[in-house]
């Protein structure tokens, strides 16, 4: 019996999940609520990633289980404090945290929905992304060369410190980005910008890849485009990042590399056999059969 099942409910799954259903839980909702899809959301997200790295660790979950949410404060060196939502999101889509997010653009992360037919048979689909790519007009400066000046407002540095006095004798520091450069930390005069890109660098274009998925892939693999991700000035392109989203069939599940299905049978025949034929996911006929009392009155499992 859990104490506390909050971050349980922040993840939409009961107290006795496994580890593998709240891996899937957290990524169908940081992939929803991603501030890059939903702006609006980013509590919302902050919540599922703080969810999400209680209940990924073993200890921590145990923890929670039997103290809540004031247990993992009172019991942890940090002091209850959780990593970034974006650190937390790039580990497990397969980026590189904030540091690596400094030198590159940004990955771009989508869920394909598939079905169990082609992780078991394979297959090909074509997916159109829209993304960021290099203004080949302006050749990513913006405008004419010469024309990009340093912000005045901010001295380049993209940030403006504005100091409050809070109180006597007491002031406080607060950064914000600045309004005149929108963090960029360089501006443009409106009459030397790009007329191709408007001074932004970058231009939206519609890009297609193929993805190949191979027979006895899993729900969640995910597959990466190194490379192909949104185009930014002096950055090395981010990746697009693919994960597979299986969805549910109506007769079959997946248990590791074994298919498994239920069957509802008679009372005399598991007492007296059957035979019985059953269709696979590449269309073959399968004949199952039972001997005489080999099942039992109340459960049986069938290998073919």
């Known amino acids: 019996m859990v104490k506390e099942t909050g971050y349980y409910d922040t993840l939409g799954v009961k107290p006795n999940a496994t580890s593998d259903e709240i891996k899937r839980a957290y990524r169908k909702l940081a992939l929803k609520y991603h501030p890059d899809k939903n702006p609006s959301e980013g509590e919302r997200f902050k919540l599922i990633s703080q969810a999400y790295e209680v209940l990924s660790d073993p200890k921590r979950r145990d923890l929670y289980d039997q103290g809540g949410e004031q247990a993992i404060k009172e019991g942890s060196l940090s002091g209850g404090n959780f990593s970034s939502p974006m650190d937390i999101f790039d580990m497990f889509f397969g980026g590189a945290g904030r540091m690596n997010r400094e030198r590159r653009g940004k990955n771009v992360v989508h869920q394909l929905s598939i079905t169990l037919e082609d992780l078991y048979m394979g297959a090909t689909r074509k997916l159109a992304l829209q993304k960021n790519v290099i203004c080949d007009k302006c050749k990513g400066y913006g405008g004419k060369k010469g024309a990009v000046e ?36 360089e501006r443009i005069n409106p009459k030397d910008r790009c007329t191709n890109c408007n001074g932004n660098k970058v231009v939206r274009e519609k890009k297609i890849i193929e993805i190949h998925i191979d027979k006895g892939m899993k729900d969640g693999q995910k597959l990466v485009f190194h490379g192909e991700g949104d185009q930014e000035p002096d950055l090395e392109p981010g990746d697009v990042i693919i994960v597979l989203d299986q969805k549910d069939h109506s ?15 008679q009372l005399t025949e598991a007492l007296c056999g059957f035979k019985k034929t059953i269709e696979t996911l590449d269309d073959r006929v399968l004949l199952i059969s039972s001997r005489p009392g080999e099942l039992g009155p109340f459960l049986g499992c069938l290998c073919v």
């Open 150 to 185: 340093k912000c005045p407002t901010c001295k380049g540095r993209g940030v403006q410190v504005l100091v409050q006095q809070i109180g006597p004798g007491m002031v406080q520091q607060i950064q914000t980005v600045c309004p005149d450069c929108k963090g960029q930390g």
């Open 251 to 265: 007769v079959f599940q997946r248990r590791g590399n074994d298919l498994v299905m239920k069957m509802k049978i």
